[in-house]
């Protein structure tokens, strides 16, 4: 069974708390799905950061375009469907306005080096018209709330994300509910896929909340990857160069 692990809310201000978090998994040899949402002016010492990881066996993944959005707090929302939809900004549009909203998105990633065929949406929701738009520009793989769609083979594979919610109040509560329901889909032989928040690195319960949740899955057998390795072994689509036709001089095959 596969174990995904990705890590959104990158910013330079927790840089500190994402590189101790990924040492935490190369100690584990677990490679990072880095939810990634470019936008002018990102500041350098992150974005080297993220070049170098991804030199590694970690992968980028488009989650968006420079709204600083974040993975995080999927659970804490479900109960209140309108109101999260409201703040996923490809949940409901049509293809065409998608599409708009990729374009930006992929030519700033070209700028940076940093070009993927592999997106998460922004608080996980995607729209049949942004399925659509993904397909047309060339993305191989859609990573939702509930599934992780292989585009071109029209293959979906079906498992909820865990994270942790929000609330100081409650997080003891998600902090347990996180290992738990890790554990389940562990001891079931399903995919686990665990969505960690940059921001709450910070704070010592979640952070090691995620580390126990992830050494569990390892012991029940869960196998690393990302959510680039859905996208087969080719997984960035290049332009093809043109080729010169040569003159053929054998006039008995032409």
Do not use: K
Not at 41 to 65: A, C, K, P, S, Y
Not at 156 to 172: C, D, I, M, W
Not at 192 to 208: E, K, N, Y
Request: aromatic share 6%; proline share 7%; charged share 25%.
């Amino acid at each position: 069974m596969p174990l995904v692990v990705s890590l959104s809310g990158l910013d330079h201000r927790v840089l500190d708390q994402c590189a101790d978090f990924a040492a935490e998994m190369d100690r584990r040899r677990v490679p990072l799905s880095l939810l990634f949402a470019p936008r002018p002016g990102t500041d350098e010492q992150l974005l080297d950061w993220i070049r170098h990881r991804r030199r590694g066996r970690d992968t980028v993944e488009l989650h968006g375009f420079g709204r600083g959005e974040t993975a995080m707090g999927v659970l804490s929302r479900l109960g209140r469907p309108a109101a999260t939809l409201r703040r996923a900004e490809f949940a409901t549009i049509p293809a065409h306005e998608a599409g708009l909203r990729l374009l930006p998105a992929l030519a700033l990633l070209d700028r940076l080096g940093l070009r993927t065929d592999t997106f998460v949406p922004p608080r996980w929701f995607a729209s049949p018209g942004t399925l659509m738009a993904l397909r047309r520009h060339g993305f191989a793989v859609c990573a939702d709330a509930l599934a992780v769609r292989e585009l071109e083979a029209g293959h979906a594979h079906r498992a909820r994300v865990h994270s942790l919610g929000s609330g100081e109040r409650a997080e003891p509560w998600w902090c347990r509910a996180l290992v738990l329901g890790v554990g389940r889909a562990a001891r079931r032989g399903r995919m686990v896929r665990i969505a960690v928040d940059a921001a709450d690195l910070r704070r010592s319960g979640p952070r090691q909340a995620v580390l126990d949740a992830v050494d569990l899955a390892l012991h029940h057998g869960a196998q690393p990857t990302t959510y680039a390795s859905y996208a087969g072994p080719v997984r960035i689509p290049r332009p093809r160069e043109p080729r010169h036709r040569s003159r053929n001089t054998d006039p008995l095959s032409s």
